[in-house]
Protein backbone atom coordinates (compact mmCIF):
# COMPACT_ATOMS: atom_id res chain seq x y z
CA UNK A 1 0.00 0.00 0.00
CA UNK A 2 1.38 3.58 -0.44
CA UNK A 3 2.96 5.87 2.34
CA UNK A 4 3.36 9.11 2.20
CA UNK A 5 7.20 9.86 2.62
CA UNK A 6 6.41 11.51 6.03
CA UNK A 7 4.17 11.07 9.01
CA UNK A 8 0.51 12.05 8.59
CA UNK A 9 -1.28 13.22 11.56
CA UNK A 10 -4.60 15.58 11.60
CA UNK A 11 -5.82 16.34 8.18
CA UNK A 12 -2.59 16.05 6.67
CA UNK A 13 -0.62 18.13 8.50
CA UNK A 14 3.32 17.36 9.60
CA UNK A 15 4.25 18.82 12.47
CA UNK A 16 6.55 21.96 12.13
CA UNK A 17 9.08 23.40 13.30
CA UNK A 18 10.48 26.90 15.01
CA UNK A 19 7.07 27.96 15.46
CA UNK A 20 5.97 26.88 12.51
CA UNK A 21 2.88 24.53 13.70
CA UNK A 22 1.60 21.83 11.96
CA UNK A 23 2.41 22.25 8.27
CA UNK A 24 0.13 20.32 6.12
CA UNK A 25 0.86 17.35 3.22
CA UNK A 26 -0.49 16.59 0.12
CA UNK A 27 -3.39 13.93 0.25
CA UNK A 28 -3.13 12.71 -3.26
CA UNK A 29 -5.86 10.37 -2.87
CA UNK A 30 -8.21 11.86 -4.81
CA UNK A 31 -6.11 11.13 -7.72
CA UNK A 32 -5.22 8.16 -7.18
CA UNK A 33 -4.20 5.97 -3.76
CA UNK A 34 -0.99 4.77 -5.02
CA UNK A 35 1.02 3.34 -8.26
CA UNK A 36 -0.42 0.21 -7.91
CA UNK A 37 -4.15 1.29 -7.42
CA UNK A 38 -6.65 -0.55 -9.60
CA UNK A 39 -8.08 2.50 -10.71
CA UNK A 40 -5.01 3.96 -12.05
CA UNK A 41 -4.55 0.87 -13.97
CA UNK A 42 -7.85 0.99 -15.66
CA UNK A 43 -7.68 4.52 -16.49
CA UNK A 44 -4.72 3.35 -17.86
CA UNK A 45 -6.18 0.84 -20.21
CA UNK A 46 -9.03 2.89 -21.06
CA UNK A 47 -6.99 5.76 -22.11
CA UNK A 48 -4.89 2.91 -24.38
CA UNK A 49 -8.06 1.57 -25.88
CA UNK A 50 -9.63 5.14 -26.42
CA UNK A 51 -6.46 7.24 -28.03
CA UNK A 52 -6.64 4.10 -30.79
CA UNK A 53 -10.33 4.22 -31.29
CA UNK A 54 -10.04 7.64 -31.58
CA UNK A 55 -7.74 7.64 -33.90
CA UNK A 56 -9.35 4.80 -36.02
CA UNK A 57 -13.06 6.62 -36.31
CA UNK A 58 -11.82 10.24 -36.64
CA UNK A 59 -8.00 10.80 -38.66
CA UNK A 60 -8.79 11.88 -41.85
CA UNK A 61 -12.54 12.53 -41.43
CA UNK A 62 -13.04 15.28 -39.89
CA UNK A 63 -13.59 17.41 -42.93
CA UNK A 64 -16.54 15.65 -43.73
CA UNK A 65 -18.28 15.35 -40.20
CA UNK A 66 -21.27 17.99 -39.74
CA UNK A 67 -22.04 20.08 -36.25
CA UNK A 68 -22.71 17.37 -34.21
CA UNK A 69 -20.32 14.81 -35.56
CA UNK A 70 -17.30 17.49 -34.33
CA UNK A 71 -18.41 18.35 -30.86
CA UNK A 72 -18.83 14.54 -30.39
CA UNK A 73 -15.11 14.03 -31.52
CA UNK A 74 -14.04 17.57 -29.45
CA UNK A 75 -16.10 15.66 -26.55
CA UNK A 76 -13.69 12.74 -27.28
CA UNK A 77 -10.75 14.51 -27.26
CA UNK A 78 -11.28 16.41 -24.13
CA UNK A 79 -12.47 13.20 -21.78
CA UNK A 80 -8.75 11.81 -23.21
CA UNK A 81 -6.73 14.76 -21.96
CA UNK A 82 -8.81 14.69 -18.47
CA UNK A 83 -7.59 11.29 -17.91
CA UNK A 84 -4.23 11.75 -19.28
CA UNK A 85 -4.32 14.46 -16.89
CA UNK A 86 -5.14 13.18 -14.00
CA UNK A 87 -2.25 10.25 -14.22
CA UNK A 88 0.01 12.74 -15.33
CA UNK A 89 -0.76 14.93 -12.36
CA UNK A 90 -0.86 12.06 -9.45
CA UNK A 91 2.83 11.13 -11.31
CA UNK A 92 4.37 14.62 -11.17
CA UNK A 93 2.87 16.04 -7.96
CA UNK A 94 3.97 12.90 -6.56
CA UNK A 95 7.55 13.03 -8.22
CA UNK A 96 7.85 16.62 -7.11
CA UNK A 97 7.56 15.95 -2.88
CA UNK A 98 10.57 13.60 -3.33
CA UNK A 99 12.15 14.24 -6.09
CA UNK A 100 15.55 12.15 -5.27
CA UNK A 101 13.16 9.07 -4.81
CA UNK A 102 14.34 6.53 -7.76
CA UNK A 103 11.26 5.10 -7.40
CA UNK A 104 9.17 7.97 -7.91
CA UNK A 105 11.61 8.80 -10.84
CA UNK A 106 11.29 5.76 -12.59
CA UNK A 107 7.42 5.62 -11.90
CA UNK A 108 6.86 9.30 -13.45
CA UNK A 109 9.11 8.50 -16.66
CA UNK A 110 7.45 5.89 -17.16
CA UNK A 111 4.06 7.57 -17.15
CA UNK A 112 5.14 9.62 -19.82
CA UNK A 113 6.27 7.75 -22.04
CA UNK A 114 2.96 5.37 -21.54
CA UNK A 115 0.91 8.25 -22.74
CA UNK A 116 3.17 10.22 -25.56
CA UNK A 117 2.51 6.48 -26.82
CA UNK A 118 -1.20 6.11 -26.09
CA UNK A 119 -1.66 9.97 -27.80
CA UNK A 120 0.94 9.75 -30.24
CA UNK A 121 -1.91 8.53 -33.04
CA UNK A 122 -3.68 11.83 -31.75
CA UNK A 123 -0.91 14.05 -33.49
CA UNK A 124 -4.44 14.28 -36.90
CA UNK A 125 -6.70 16.30 -34.52
CA UNK A 126 -5.10 19.72 -34.48
CA UNK A 127 -3.24 19.17 -38.04
CA UNK A 128 -6.81 18.00 -39.03
CA UNK A 129 -8.52 21.37 -37.80
CA UNK A 130 -5.77 23.20 -39.39
CA UNK A 131 -6.78 22.41 -42.74
CA UNK A 132 -10.36 23.63 -42.64
CA UNK A 133 -11.35 26.25 -44.02
CA UNK A 134 -12.39 28.99 -41.82
CA UNK A 135 -15.76 29.66 -43.46
CA UNK A 136 -16.31 25.61 -42.93
CA UNK A 137 -15.76 26.29 -39.51
CA UNK A 138 -17.90 29.50 -39.05
CA UNK A 139 -20.47 27.69 -40.81
CA UNK A 140 -20.79 24.79 -38.34
CA UNK A 141 -20.24 27.45 -35.00
CA UNK A 142 -23.63 29.02 -36.22
CA UNK A 143 -25.36 25.93 -36.31
CA UNK A 144 -24.22 24.25 -33.29
CA UNK A 145 -24.04 26.71 -29.79
CA UNK A 146 -22.36 24.21 -27.86
CA UNK A 147 -19.51 23.71 -30.34
CA UNK A 148 -19.70 27.27 -30.88
CA UNK A 149 -18.51 27.50 -27.18
CA UNK A 150 -15.36 26.20 -28.22
CA UNK A 151 -14.29 28.68 -30.59
CA UNK A 152 -11.43 30.04 -28.35
CA UNK A 153 -9.70 26.84 -28.74
CA UNK A 154 -9.99 26.33 -32.21
CA UNK A 155 -8.49 29.84 -32.50
CA UNK A 156 -5.45 29.19 -30.25
CA UNK A 157 -5.07 25.92 -32.02
CA UNK A 158 -4.87 27.70 -35.53
CA UNK A 159 -3.16 30.22 -34.34
CA UNK A 160 -0.01 27.68 -35.17
CA UNK A 161 -1.30 27.09 -38.54
CA UNK A 162 1.25 29.21 -40.34
CA UNK A 163 4.18 26.87 -38.27
CA UNK A 164 2.16 23.49 -38.71
CA UNK A 165 4.71 20.58 -40.18
CA UNK A 166 3.62 17.35 -42.07
CA UNK A 167 1.09 14.68 -40.30
CA UNK A 168 4.34 12.81 -40.07
CA UNK A 169 6.65 15.18 -38.27
CA UNK A 170 4.17 16.50 -36.17
CA UNK A 171 3.80 12.94 -34.36
CA UNK A 172 7.82 12.75 -34.83
CA UNK A 173 8.01 15.71 -32.95
CA UNK A 174 5.30 14.22 -30.43
CA UNK A 175 7.38 11.09 -29.96
CA UNK A 176 9.99 12.70 -28.97
CA UNK A 177 8.95 15.15 -26.03
CA UNK A 178 9.58 12.74 -23.86
CA UNK A 179 13.89 13.53 -24.62
CA UNK A 180 13.26 16.88 -23.66
CA UNK A 181 11.09 15.52 -20.21
CA UNK A 182 14.09 13.59 -19.24
CA UNK A 183 16.68 16.80 -19.34
CA UNK A 184 13.86 19.01 -17.71
CA UNK A 185 14.01 15.59 -14.83
CA UNK A 186 18.04 15.84 -14.40
CA UNK A 187 17.80 19.54 -14.00
CA UNK A 188 15.03 18.80 -11.06
CA UNK A 189 16.84 15.94 -9.45
CA UNK A 190 20.46 18.11 -9.76
CA UNK A 191 18.86 21.05 -7.96
CA UNK A 192 17.18 18.73 -4.95
CA UNK A 193 20.03 16.79 -4.80
CA UNK A 194 23.22 19.78 -4.46
CA UNK A 195 24.64 19.69 -0.92
CA UNK A 196 24.91 23.08 1.13
CA UNK A 197 26.55 23.82 4.22
CA UNK A 198 26.09 26.94 5.54
CA UNK A 199 28.60 28.17 9.15
CA UNK A 200 28.45 24.22 9.91
CA UNK A 201 24.93 23.61 9.27
CA UNK A 202 23.73 20.89 6.07
CA UNK A 203 21.32 22.40 4.16
CA UNK A 204 19.18 21.74 0.62
CA UNK A 205 19.19 24.51 -1.73
CA UNK A 206 15.28 26.04 -0.81
CA UNK A 207 17.27 26.42 3.42
CA UNK A 208 20.30 27.93 1.85
CA UNK A 209 18.45 30.22 -0.58
CA UNK A 210 16.29 31.50 2.77
CA UNK A 211 19.20 32.37 4.41
CA UNK A 212 19.64 34.95 1.61
CA UNK A 213 17.27 36.94 3.92
CA UNK A 214 18.72 36.23 7.08
CA UNK A 215 19.17 38.89 9.36
CA UNK A 216 22.59 38.63 9.95
CA UNK A 217 24.55 40.06 7.18
CA UNK A 218 28.00 37.37 7.87
CA UNK A 219 25.57 34.48 7.29
CA UNK A 220 23.73 36.13 4.19
CA UNK A 221 27.41 36.48 2.51
CA UNK A 222 28.24 33.27 3.73
CA UNK A 223 24.94 31.44 1.86
CA UNK A 224 25.38 33.49 -1.28
CA UNK A 225 28.97 32.33 -1.64
CA UNK A 226 28.15 29.02 -0.45
CA UNK A 227 26.07 29.15 -3.42
CA UNK A 228 28.35 30.20 -6.26
CA UNK A 229 30.65 27.58 -4.45
CA UNK A 230 28.45 24.94 -5.06
CA UNK A 231 26.86 26.66 -8.33
CA UNK A 232 30.55 26.63 -9.65
CA UNK A 233 31.08 23.08 -9.20
CA UNK A 234 28.06 21.93 -11.34
CA UNK A 235 27.91 24.49 -13.74
CA UNK A 236 28.96 22.06 -16.63
CA UNK A 237 25.87 20.08 -16.19
CA UNK A 238 23.41 23.47 -15.96
CA UNK A 239 25.46 24.49 -18.97
CA UNK A 240 24.76 21.40 -20.77
CA UNK A 241 20.81 21.32 -20.02
CA UNK A 242 20.44 24.85 -20.80
CA UNK A 243 22.44 24.32 -24.35
CA UNK A 244 20.16 21.39 -25.12
CA UNK A 245 17.20 22.21 -24.42
CA UNK A 246 17.83 25.61 -26.31
CA UNK A 247 19.53 24.32 -29.24
CA UNK A 248 16.33 21.62 -29.35
CA UNK A 249 13.74 24.84 -29.23
CA UNK A 250 16.18 26.26 -31.86
CA UNK A 251 15.53 23.35 -33.87
CA UNK A 252 11.78 22.95 -33.94
CA UNK A 253 11.30 26.82 -34.09
CA UNK A 254 13.57 26.65 -37.50
CA UNK A 255 11.46 23.59 -39.02
CA UNK A 256 8.53 25.33 -37.82
CA UNK A 257 9.63 28.87 -39.19
CA UNK A 258 9.04 31.36 -36.20
CA UNK A 259 10.50 34.25 -36.68
CA UNK A 260 11.87 34.83 -32.59
CA UNK A 261 12.25 32.11 -29.88
CA UNK A 262 9.98 33.83 -27.99
CA UNK A 263 6.94 33.44 -31.13
CA UNK A 264 5.77 30.27 -29.66
CA UNK A 265 5.20 31.49 -26.17
CA UNK A 266 3.24 34.14 -27.25
CA UNK A 267 1.24 32.23 -29.39
CA UNK A 268 0.42 30.03 -26.27
CA UNK A 269 -0.16 32.77 -24.47
CA UNK A 270 -2.38 34.20 -26.23
CA UNK A 271 -0.57 37.58 -26.55
CA UNK A 272 0.42 39.42 -29.43
CA UNK A 273 4.32 40.16 -29.46
CA UNK A 274 3.78 43.83 -29.47
CA UNK A 275 2.09 44.11 -26.65
CA UNK A 276 4.96 41.49 -24.56
CA UNK A 277 7.28 44.30 -25.84
CA UNK A 278 5.71 46.99 -24.60
CA UNK A 279 5.57 45.62 -21.25
CA UNK A 280 9.24 44.88 -21.66
CA UNK A 281 10.29 48.21 -23.09
CA UNK A 282 8.30 50.06 -20.12
CA UNK A 283 9.55 48.37 -17.58
CA UNK A 284 12.96 48.36 -18.63
CA UNK A 285 12.82 52.46 -18.78
CA UNK A 286 11.58 52.45 -15.38
CA UNK A 287 14.19 50.55 -13.67
CA UNK A 288 15.82 54.49 -12.17
CA UNK A 289 12.55 55.69 -11.00
CA UNK A 290 11.96 51.67 -9.52
CA UNK A 291 14.94 49.55 -8.30
CA UNK A 292 17.44 51.98 -8.73
CA UNK A 293 16.42 54.17 -6.35
CA UNK A 294 14.63 51.78 -4.24
CA UNK A 295 17.83 50.26 -3.87
CA UNK A 296 19.49 53.41 -2.99
CA UNK A 297 17.08 53.98 -0.42
CA UNK A 298 17.99 50.27 1.03
CA UNK A 299 21.50 50.83 0.67
CA UNK A 300 21.10 53.85 3.25
CA UNK A 301 18.83 52.16 5.76
CA UNK A 302 21.30 49.33 5.72
CA UNK A 303 23.94 51.90 6.24
CA UNK A 304 26.38 50.40 3.45
CA UNK A 305 28.58 52.15 0.82
CA UNK A 306 27.71 49.81 -1.84
CA UNK A 307 24.68 46.58 -1.74
CA UNK A 308 26.09 43.34 -1.97
CA UNK A 309 23.88 40.61 -4.25
CA UNK A 310 23.70 38.98 -0.38
CA UNK A 311 21.67 42.23 0.80
CA UNK A 312 19.23 42.33 -1.95
CA UNK A 313 16.67 41.08 0.06
CA UNK A 314 17.95 41.46 3.76
CA UNK A 315 15.41 42.43 6.26
CA UNK A 316 15.42 46.23 6.94
CA UNK A 317 17.37 47.28 10.51
CA UNK A 318 13.38 48.46 11.88
CA UNK A 319 12.01 44.99 10.25
CA UNK A 320 9.81 42.77 12.58
CA UNK A 321 11.79 39.71 12.96
CA UNK A 322 9.11 36.93 14.45
CA UNK A 323 8.36 33.90 12.48
CA UNK A 324 4.91 33.93 11.51
CA UNK A 325 3.25 30.27 12.36
CA UNK A 326 1.10 28.72 9.68
CA UNK A 327 -2.54 29.40 11.95
CA UNK A 328 -1.07 33.46 11.84
CA UNK A 329 -0.41 33.23 8.09
CA UNK A 330 -3.62 31.11 7.48
CA UNK A 331 -5.94 33.66 9.52
CA UNK A 332 -4.26 36.45 7.87
CA UNK A 333 -4.89 35.49 4.35
CA UNK A 334 -8.33 33.93 4.87
CA UNK A 335 -9.46 37.28 6.36
CA UNK A 336 -7.81 39.23 3.53
CA UNK A 337 -9.78 36.77 0.88
CA UNK A 338 -13.23 37.36 3.17
CA UNK A 339 -12.92 41.03 3.26
CA UNK A 340 -13.00 41.32 -0.67
CA UNK A 341 -15.49 38.76 -1.06
CA UNK A 342 -16.74 35.77 1.33
CA UNK A 343 -16.80 33.92 -1.45
CA UNK A 344 -13.25 33.83 -2.34
CA UNK A 345 -12.66 32.29 1.25
CA UNK A 346 -15.51 29.68 0.81
CA UNK A 347 -13.65 28.55 -1.93
CA UNK A 348 -10.06 29.00 -0.38
CA UNK A 349 -10.99 26.63 3.14
CA UNK A 350 -10.79 23.49 1.58
CA UNK A 351 -7.18 23.95 1.02
CA UNK A 352 -6.05 24.03 4.41
CA UNK A 353 -8.53 21.18 5.67
CA UNK A 354 -8.29 18.55 3.03
CA UNK A 355 -4.54 18.00 2.02
CA UNK A 356 -4.70 20.07 -0.76
CA UNK A 357 -1.30 21.86 0.39
CA UNK A 358 1.87 20.86 1.25
CA UNK A 359 4.13 23.80 3.33
CA UNK A 360 6.80 22.25 4.82
CA UNK A 361 10.58 22.63 3.73
CA UNK A 362 11.68 18.58 3.55
CA UNK A 363 15.00 16.93 2.42
CA UNK A 364 14.64 15.86 -1.70
CA UNK A 365 11.34 18.25 -2.04
CA UNK A 366 11.22 20.23 -5.43
CA UNK A 367 12.23 23.86 -4.45
CA UNK A 368 9.89 26.87 -4.64
CA UNK A 369 6.26 27.22 -4.74
CA UNK A 370 3.13 26.34 -7.37
CA UNK A 371 -0.24 25.55 -7.56
CA UNK A 372 -1.24 22.93 -9.91
CA UNK A 373 -4.57 22.63 -11.30
CA UNK A 374 -4.35 19.13 -12.03
CA UNK A 375 -7.89 18.09 -13.85
CA UNK A 376 -11.51 19.97 -13.76
CA UNK A 377 -13.23 17.00 -12.07
CA UNK A 378 -10.60 17.00 -9.36
CA UNK A 379 -8.92 20.01 -7.81
CA UNK A 380 -5.60 22.29 -7.19
CA UNK A 381 -2.85 21.67 -5.26
CA UNK A 382 -0.60 24.18 -3.97
CA UNK A 383 2.96 23.53 -2.76
CA UNK A 384 4.89 25.52 -0.92
CA UNK A 385 7.85 25.47 1.18
CA UNK A 386 6.93 27.70 3.85
CA UNK A 387 9.92 29.15 6.35
CA UNK A 388 7.46 31.69 8.53
CA UNK A 389 9.03 35.16 6.40
CA UNK A 390 6.24 37.51 6.03
CA UNK A 391 7.23 36.73 2.22
CA UNK A 392 5.98 33.56 3.04
CA UNK A 393 2.85 34.73 3.99
CA UNK A 394 2.72 36.18 0.59
CA UNK A 395 3.26 33.25 -1.08
CA UNK A 396 1.19 31.40 0.49
CA UNK A 397 -1.37 34.77 -0.78
CA UNK A 398 -0.26 33.96 -4.16
CA UNK A 399 -0.29 30.47 -4.51
CA UNK A 400 -4.08 30.23 -3.06
CA UNK A 401 -5.29 33.17 -5.68
CA UNK A 402 -4.19 30.56 -8.54
CA UNK A 403 -6.00 27.50 -6.83
CA UNK A 404 -9.37 30.09 -6.26
CA UNK A 405 -8.54 30.80 -9.83
CA UNK A 406 -8.51 27.35 -11.07
CA UNK A 407 -11.26 25.97 -8.94
CA UNK A 408 -13.68 28.50 -10.78
CA UNK A 409 -11.92 28.34 -14.58
CA UNK A 410 -12.70 24.08 -13.78
CA UNK A 411 -16.47 25.13 -14.77
CA UNK A 412 -15.47 25.67 -18.37
CA UNK A 413 -14.45 21.94 -18.81
CA UNK A 414 -11.21 20.80 -19.79
CA UNK A 415 -10.12 22.24 -22.82
CA UNK A 416 -11.32 25.85 -21.85
CA UNK A 417 -9.87 26.16 -18.24
CA UNK A 418 -6.90 26.43 -19.08
CA UNK A 419 -6.02 30.23 -18.68
CA UNK A 420 -2.83 31.34 -20.63
CA UNK A 421 0.37 32.12 -18.72
CA UNK A 422 -0.58 35.93 -18.93
CA UNK A 423 -3.30 35.84 -17.28
CA UNK A 424 -3.11 32.82 -14.63
CA UNK A 425 -0.89 35.57 -12.30
CA UNK A 426 -4.03 37.94 -12.44
CA UNK A 427 -5.81 36.19 -9.03
CA UNK A 428 -2.12 35.31 -7.29
CA UNK A 429 -1.20 38.83 -7.37
CA UNK A 430 -4.54 40.30 -6.77
CA UNK A 431 -4.59 37.99 -3.98
CA UNK A 432 -1.63 38.98 -2.55
CA UNK A 433 -2.16 42.45 -3.31
CA UNK A 434 -5.53 42.12 -0.98
CA UNK A 435 -3.58 40.45 1.70
CA UNK A 436 -0.87 42.76 1.91
CA UNK A 437 -3.78 45.81 1.64
CA UNK A 438 -4.95 44.30 4.82
CA UNK A 439 -1.93 44.50 6.76
CA UNK A 440 -0.82 47.76 5.71
CA UNK A 441 -4.43 49.69 6.77
CA UNK A 442 -3.79 47.12 9.88
CA UNK A 443 -0.60 49.08 10.41
CA UNK A 444 0.12 50.72 13.86
CA UNK A 445 3.01 53.15 13.49
CA UNK A 446 4.74 54.85 10.69
CA UNK A 447 7.46 52.32 11.40
CA UNK A 448 5.01 49.42 11.02
CA UNK A 449 3.71 50.32 7.72
CA UNK A 450 7.27 51.76 6.09
CA UNK A 451 8.57 48.18 6.69
CA UNK A 452 5.38 47.32 5.40
CA UNK A 453 5.61 49.62 2.10
CA UNK A 454 9.35 48.45 1.69
CA UNK A 455 8.93 44.64 1.63
CA UNK A 456 5.65 45.11 -0.82
CA UNK A 457 8.37 47.32 -2.83
CA UNK A 458 10.60 44.51 -3.00
CA UNK A 459 8.06 42.14 -3.56
CA UNK A 460 7.03 43.84 -6.52
CA UNK A 461 10.72 44.74 -7.60
CA UNK A 462 10.78 41.48 -8.07
CA UNK A 463 8.00 40.27 -9.69
CA UNK A 464 8.64 42.83 -12.17
CA UNK A 465 11.97 44.17 -12.78
CA UNK A 466 13.77 40.83 -11.75
CA UNK A 467 11.47 38.73 -13.86
CA UNK A 468 11.55 41.05 -17.30
CA UNK A 469 15.36 40.74 -16.94
CA UNK A 470 15.18 36.75 -16.79
CA UNK A 471 12.87 37.47 -20.06
CA UNK A 472 15.66 40.07 -21.24
CA UNK A 473 18.19 37.18 -20.19
CA UNK A 474 16.16 34.13 -21.83
CA UNK A 475 15.93 36.42 -24.76
CA UNK A 476 19.89 36.85 -25.54
CA UNK A 477 20.58 33.54 -24.04
CA UNK A 478 18.35 31.35 -26.90
CA UNK A 479 19.76 34.18 -29.91
CA UNK A 480 23.33 33.39 -28.43
CA UNK A 481 22.61 29.89 -28.68
CA UNK A 482 21.42 29.98 -31.98
CA UNK A 483 24.92 30.99 -33.16
CA UNK A 484 26.56 28.08 -31.39
CA UNK A 485 27.32 25.90 -28.58
CA UNK A 486 27.80 28.51 -25.13
CA UNK A 487 29.77 27.94 -22.66
CA UNK A 488 29.17 28.56 -19.00
CA UNK A 489 31.30 31.44 -18.89
CA UNK A 490 29.22 32.83 -22.21
CA UNK A 491 25.74 32.58 -20.05
CA UNK A 492 27.29 33.93 -17.01
CA UNK A 493 28.45 36.93 -19.39
CA UNK A 494 24.53 37.29 -20.71
CA UNK A 495 23.39 36.91 -17.10
CA UNK A 496 25.43 39.64 -15.85
CA UNK A 497 24.48 41.94 -18.75
CA UNK A 498 20.97 41.80 -17.05
CA UNK A 499 21.84 42.02 -13.33
CA UNK A 500 23.66 45.59 -13.71
CA UNK A 501 21.38 47.48 -15.62
CA UNK A 502 17.80 45.98 -13.54
CA UNK A 503 19.25 46.55 -10.23
CA UNK A 504 21.45 49.74 -10.82
CA UNK A 505 24.43 51.65 -9.65
CA UNK A 506 23.61 50.99 -5.76
CA UNK A 507 24.96 47.10 -6.03
CA UNK A 508 28.55 45.25 -6.52
CA UNK A 509 28.74 41.65 -7.69
CA UNK A 510 30.49 39.15 -5.64
CA UNK A 511 32.58 36.80 -8.20
CA UNK A 512 30.27 33.62 -8.49
CA UNK A 513 27.38 35.61 -9.23
CA UNK A 514 27.91 34.76 -12.71
CA UNK A 515 26.39 31.23 -12.18
CA UNK A 516 23.21 32.49 -10.25
CA UNK A 517 21.38 32.10 -13.30
CA UNK A 518 21.72 28.14 -12.83
CA UNK A 519 19.15 27.61 -10.26
CA UNK A 520 16.10 28.95 -11.97
CA UNK A 521 13.59 26.33 -13.17
CA UNK A 522 11.25 28.25 -15.30
CA UNK A 523 14.42 28.80 -17.78
CA UNK A 524 14.44 24.81 -17.96
CA UNK A 525 10.57 24.28 -17.83
CA UNK A 526 9.03 27.46 -19.42
CA UNK A 527 10.44 29.32 -21.72
CA UNK A 528 9.95 32.76 -21.31
CA UNK A 529 7.28 32.20 -18.94
CA UNK A 530 8.64 34.99 -16.70
CA UNK A 531 7.20 37.81 -18.03
CA UNK A 532 3.55 36.47 -17.43
CA UNK A 533 4.87 37.53 -13.75
CA UNK A 534 5.31 41.03 -14.76
CA UNK A 535 2.69 41.09 -17.07
CA UNK A 536 -0.10 40.07 -14.61
CA UNK A 537 1.88 42.35 -11.34
CA UNK A 538 0.94 45.75 -14.24
CA UNK A 539 -2.56 43.91 -14.92
CA UNK A 540 -2.95 43.67 -11.41
CA UNK A 541 -2.09 47.01 -10.34
CA UNK A 542 -4.33 48.79 -12.98
CA UNK A 543 -7.13 46.26 -11.94
CA UNK A 544 -6.70 47.46 -7.81
CA UNK A 545 -6.97 51.19 -8.94
CA UNK A 546 -10.11 50.34 -10.82
CA UNK A 547 -11.63 48.49 -7.88
CA UNK A 548 -10.35 51.53 -5.46
CA UNK A 549 -12.12 53.92 -7.56
CA UNK A 550 -15.07 51.99 -8.35
CA UNK A 551 -15.85 49.49 -5.97
CA UNK A 552 -19.38 49.04 -6.74
CA UNK A 553 -19.94 45.85 -8.51
CA UNK A 554 -16.07 44.78 -8.98
CA UNK A 555 -16.37 41.72 -6.93
CA UNK A 556 -19.03 39.96 -9.58
CA UNK A 557 -16.98 41.51 -12.76
CA UNK A 558 -14.03 40.12 -11.37
CA UNK A 559 -15.31 36.65 -10.50
CA UNK A 560 -17.00 36.45 -13.98
CA UNK A 561 -13.01 36.92 -15.23
CA UNK A 562 -11.85 34.23 -13.26
CA UNK A 563 -14.96 32.12 -14.26
CA UNK A 564 -14.02 32.23 -18.04
CA UNK A 565 -10.31 30.87 -17.75
CA UNK A 566 -9.09 30.81 -20.79
CA UNK A 567 -12.56 31.09 -23.08
CA UNK A 568 -11.91 35.04 -23.48
CA UNK A 569 -9.22 36.76 -25.04
CA UNK A 570 -7.28 39.37 -22.36
CA UNK A 571 -9.13 42.12 -24.58
CA UNK A 572 -12.38 40.88 -23.97
CA UNK A 573 -11.62 39.79 -20.01
CA UNK A 574 -10.68 43.58 -19.48
CA UNK A 575 -13.15 45.38 -20.92
CA UNK A 576 -15.05 45.19 -18.27
CA UNK A 577 -12.95 47.02 -15.89
CA UNK A 578 -11.93 50.14 -18.91
CA UNK A 579 -9.02 48.79 -18.69
CA UNK A 580 -6.94 47.76 -22.45
CA UNK A 581 -3.17 45.85 -22.13
CA UNK A 582 -2.77 46.80 -26.08
CA UNK A 583 -2.99 50.87 -24.98
CA UNK A 584 0.63 51.78 -24.62
CA UNK A 585 0.20 53.86 -21.66
CA UNK A 586 -1.36 50.37 -19.85
CA UNK A 587 1.78 49.42 -18.42
CA UNK A 588 2.63 53.37 -16.93
CA UNK A 589 -0.44 53.11 -15.22
CA UNK A 590 0.60 49.56 -13.34
CA UNK A 591 4.23 50.67 -12.74
CA UNK A 592 3.32 54.38 -11.79
CA UNK A 593 1.82 52.57 -8.00
CA UNK A 594 5.21 51.05 -7.35
CA UNK A 595 6.66 54.37 -8.03
CA UNK A 596 3.99 56.00 -5.90
CA UNK A 597 4.87 53.50 -3.11
CA UNK A 598 8.70 54.75 -3.27
CA UNK A 599 7.73 58.41 -3.49
CA UNK A 600 5.78 57.38 0.12
CA UNK A 601 9.05 55.56 1.25
CA UNK A 602 11.20 58.95 0.58
CA UNK A 603 9.00 61.12 1.82
CA UNK A 604 8.99 59.02 5.14
CA UNK A 605 12.96 59.92 4.63
CA UNK A 606 12.71 63.81 4.76
Known sequence: MFQLPFPVRDANA????????????????????????????RDLAWLEQDCASFAREYEGKLAGLDAAGLLACVLRNEAI????????????????QLTV?????????????????????????????NRLEDGVLEGLFA????????????????????????????????????????WERMFDETIAGLEFEVEGEPLNIEGTLNLLTDETRDTREAAARELAEVFGRNIKTFARVHNTQAKEKEIVDRWRGMPTAQTGRHLSNDVEAEVVQALRDAVVKAYPKLSHRYYELKRKWLGLDKLQVWDRNAP????????????????????????????????????????????????????????????????????LNYLGKPRDVMTLAHELGHGVHQVLAAEQGEMLSSTPLTLAETAS????????????????????????????????INTVVRQIAFY????????????GELTPEDIGALWMSVQGESLGPAFEFMEGYEHFWAYIPHFVHSPFYVYAYAFGDGLVNALYAVYEESPEG?????????????????????????????????????????????????????
Open 14 to 41: ASGADGLGDLPEWDLSDLYSAEDAPELA
Open 472 to 483: DFECKLHAARRA
Open 429 to 460: VFGEMLTFRKMLGEAKSDAERRVMLAGKVEDM
Open 316 to 383: LPMEDKRVVGWEAARETVMSAYAGFDARMAEIAAPFFTKGWIDAGVKPGKAPGAFAHPTVTDVHPYVM
Open 554 to 606: FQDKYFEMLKAGGSKHHTELLAPFGLDATDPGFWDKGLSMISAFIDELEAMEA
Open 81 to 96: NRIAGRIMSYAGLRYY
Open 101 to 129: DAGRAKFLSAMQEKITTFTTPLVFFTLEL
Open 143 to 182: ENAELARYKPVFERIRAMKPYQLSDELEKFLHDMGVVGDA
